[in-house]
């Protein structure tokens, strides 16, 4: 059984910083893409950022370009997010993903790519 486990969500002040952590288990995970979105209320859920199974290669969404960064630990099964610069626009509950598909195209960007989800952290930023 896939789990997916997020940890680290909380409140901060605009311009703060939060550190995300997603545990996995019940997968290869090494073999996985993994990848952050949130979702706002009354919106969509969106992609945030990804990193292939490797972890040679990062994607970010233009909204967190130059303020989170995403990175993995195989070893541990773990992914991160540290989100730095945080603005009340990053306001949301966030998901961690795994994609098998390892190949990065414009799918990787839309949910329905990703075959495993967690159940969401929430981080509130306030003004």
């Known amino acids: 059984q896939v789990q997916l486990v997020e940890s680290g969500g909380g409140m901060v002040q605009a311009g703060g910083s939060l550190s995300l952590s997603c545990a996995a288990s019940?997968?290869?995970?090494?073999?996985?893409?993994m990848g952050w979105f949130r979702q706002a209320p009354g919106k969509e859920r969106e992609f945030v950022a990804r990193?292939?199974?490797?972890?040679?290669?990062?994607y970010y969404a233009d909204s967190v370009k130059g303020r989170f960064t995403i990175s993995r630990d195989n070893a541990k099964n773990t992914v991160e997010l540290q989100m730095n610069s945080l603005k009340p626009e990053d306001t949301a509950v966030y998901y961690c993903?795994?994609?098998?598909?390892?190949?990065?195209?414009?799918?990787?960007?839309?949910?329905?790519?990703?075959?495993?989800w967690g159940q969401g952290t929430q981080v509130t930023v306030s003004s």
């Open positions: 990193i292939s199974a490797s972890a040679r290669s990062t």
């Open positions: 019940g997968l290869t995970f090494d073999m996985y893409a």
């Open positions: 993903a795994a994609d098998r598909n390892s190949i990065f195209n414009v799918g990787s960007y839309y949910p329905s790519r990703y075959d495993y």
